[in-house]
């Protein structure tokens, strides 16, 4: 996987290639002549500095998905909720969407900063066992936006994973924005020193949804990450006046169950479309605490979920 | 990728969108708001209005339109000034460059980098033979990233009509939209609208309609952000059908819930476009 540095031009071919600092592309830039000498072609040091970081961390887990919008952060947060339960267990949530954080808005962490401590940057804690960390607490106004290239986003989430001062956990739960770029690489790349326990995907029911679903399958399968499980998200609403359920999202070619018996992998459940989760989301508040019996099986998806990883994991 | 398509140098540069009148493109900073959805309707649209419609999908990880048009499986080829876009109907009035038409199969991860994926949009933007056309409409992934940056680089020199914004109704979605219009205002790209996607559904046992992604969270920001409100979609299964099996949801289902709210955002696209002329 190529590093690119940040002041590279548009098509450096990666600080790791063998055509680093040869390459056309390599006319002009400042880094040439030391690539060219082949001193930056070495494994990046932060990976070293990563496995020492994470060697207090004893599980780490990815929620992925090829597609937009299908409830990544909503699982992920909740997830941590979840684990978190056990106050005997120490959890952490980093949020690596760079660009569309909204893991601050789930979790009500909204115009929360992180603080600088003598080992690092310190996490925000929504409870004394749950750690939150996310590009959302270094922007000034709900308006700032971060538009950055691939580098500038690598780097970032380079310091999540060495500079932020996690100490003693038990989980760690990634989430991701949707794709196969930049972020997903990095993060990979960064932890493979540390060991990352496995991916849980999350999906919709509707074909547009699994066939980009499927390619992160097949970036699983690439990058040689143990997929856990699959999550089905909003399959099927209850119309709260009569009952009645409805296809709105419909699993017009199998839905997930059908795509993780011809891919042979476990479907760990599935979640309804349930306003009541949107508004959990919206007010920041954790749908265990505040809405224990609403229909939606999130929270009892959550439950077995997390002794699924918990099984996968030990 | 097997069909690696050369580059043309020897079309001098942007020739290929000088018959391109109209230039709009779809964003959101939230994923899964209907990005793609409103891409295709608008173009569908536009095409009953009988405009000639060009879409160009920079969404190199998960390319949707394929499938949404039902060209999913079809070919580019090349001629002598570029890449032939792939027509999506006998008549020829919708165009279309995807990289899902570049895939050996369809399942294949797209895993690149930012500068690999920069590279692909610029070939889009500059190698692709779209000929006359009254609107070329881009569609792009969620965010503010590589592909956003790049693709309005090289579209700037074509005077891009403006973005039609996608969100949804609940706040998660919003933050996020947020950002996405103050990445306009630094790119100079001026907002046609916001279209509030997937608010409210009617029940179809008993007609009750309930917000399930709550509702207006789409029209404040407008007002918010002093940018025209395009109006609400609201969730309707037969759009969705209607995108899994790539049919013309706009001849097929006139009566439907979501009709007339895309018809009207494409006829405020052409309104826009008489006036601005
Ligand atoms: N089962 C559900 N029922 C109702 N609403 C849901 C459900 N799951 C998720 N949502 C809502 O859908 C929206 C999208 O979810 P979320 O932000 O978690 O998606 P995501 O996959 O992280 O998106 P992105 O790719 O943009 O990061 C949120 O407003 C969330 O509250
Ligand atoms: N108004 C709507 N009614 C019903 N389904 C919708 C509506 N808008 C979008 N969808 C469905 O939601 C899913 C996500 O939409 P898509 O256009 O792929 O989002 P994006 O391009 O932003 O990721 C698709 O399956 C689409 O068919
Ligand atoms: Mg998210
Ligand atoms: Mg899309
Ligand atoms: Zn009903």
Not at chain 2, 4 to 16: E, F, H, K, V, W
Not at chain 2, 150 to 155: F, K, N
Not at chain 2, 203 to 214: A, D, G, I, L, R
Request: charged share 20%; net charge negative.
């Amino acid at each position: 996987m190529a590093d690119v540095p940040e002041n590279a031009p548009q098509h450096c071919p990666g600080t790791g290639s063998s055509d680093a600092g040869k390459g056309s592309a390599c006319q002009g830039c400042p880094n040439q002549s030391v690539c060219a000498s082949g001193a930056a072609a070495g494994p990046d040091p932060a990976i070293e500095e990563i496995k020492e970081k994470m060697s207090t961390v004893k599980h780490k887990i990815l929620v992925l998905s090829g597609k937009g919008g299908v409830g990544k952060s909503t699982f992920s947060a909740h997830l941590a909720h979840g684990l978190a339960e056990d106050e005997g267990k120490q959890i952490a949530l980093l949020d690596v969407d760079i660009c569309g954080p909204s893991i601050p808005k789930i979790m009500g962490l909204e115009g929360e900063q992180v603080h600088q401590s003598g080992s690092g940057w310190s996490p925000v804690y929504v409870e004394d066992n749950l750690a939150v960390m996310s590009v959302g607490f270094l922007l000034g106004s709900p308006d700032d936006a971060v538009i950055w290239r691939g580098p500038k986003k690598n780097g970032m989430i380079k310091q999540f994973l060495r500079d932020v001062d996690w100490g003693e956990v038990d989980f760690l739960i990634v989430d991701t924005p949707p794709g196969t770029s930049d972020e997903h690489l990095s993060v990979i790349q960064y932890l493979s020193g540390a060991h990352i326990d496995g991916a849980v995907i999350i999906t919709t029911p509707q074909e547009v949804s699994l066939q980009d679903v499927r390619k992160e399958i097949n970036f699983c399968l690439k990058v040689k990450l143990p997929i856990i499980g699959v999550v089905e998200n909003m399959s099927g609403f209850i119309c709260p006046k009569c009952k009645n359920e409805s296809q709105i999202f419909p699993p017009t070619t199998g839905g997930a169950e059908k795509m993780c018996s011809d891919l042979g992998i476990p479907l760990l459940g599935r979640v309804p479309l349930d306003p009541n989760i949107g508004k959990s989301c919206d007010t920041g508040k954790s749908f265990f605490t505040e809405i224990p019996d609403s229909p939606a099986t999130l929270s009892t998806l959550i439950i077995q979920s997390s002794s699924i990883i918990c099984n996968h994991v030990f | 990728m097997r069909k690696r398509l050369s580059s043309m140098d020897t079309a001098p540069d942007g020739s290929n969108l000088a018959g391109v009148r109209h230039i709009i493109l779809v964003l959101s900073g939230k994923g899964g708001v209907g990005k793609s959805t409103i891409s295709t309707q608008i173009a569908l649209a536009l095409r009953h209005a009988g405009k000639k419609v060009g879409i160009l999908d920079v969404d190199l990880c998960g390319p949707s339109i394929p499938r949404m048009l039902n060209a999913h499986g079809q070919d580019v080829h090349q001629c002598d000034s570029g890449w032939v876009p792939v027509y999506v109907d006998q008549e020829k009035s919708i165009s279309l460059m995807s990289i899902g038409f570049l895939l050996e199969r369809p399942d294949d991860a797209i895993v690149w980098r930012g500068p690999k994926k920069n590279a692909m949009i610029k070939q889009f933007v500059g190698d692709v033979a779209w000929g006359d056309l009254d609107f070329l409409i881009v569609d792009t992934p969620p965010g503010t990233s590589d592909e956003h940056i790049t693709t309005m680089d090289a579209l700037r020199p074509f005077n891009p009509m403006g973005a039609v914004v996608v969100t949804t109704p609940q706040a998660v979605s919003i933050g996020d939209v947020r950002r996405e219009l103050t990445f306009c205002k630094k790119m100079g790209l001026p907002v046609v609208g916001i279209v509030e996607n997937m608010s409210g559904f009617v029940c179809p046992h008993c007609t009750e309609c309930t917000n399930v992604f709550s509702k207006g969270g789409g029209e404040e920001l407008a007002r918010h952000a002093g940018v025209p409100f395009l109006g609400c979609v609201p969730l309707d299964p037969l759009l969705t059908q209607s995108l899994e099996q790539g049919k013309d949801f706009i001849k097929e289902f006139p009566k439907s819930a979501a009709y007339s709210s895309i018809t009207s955002i494409a006829q405020q696209i052409l309104d826009g476009v008489t006036q601005g002329s």
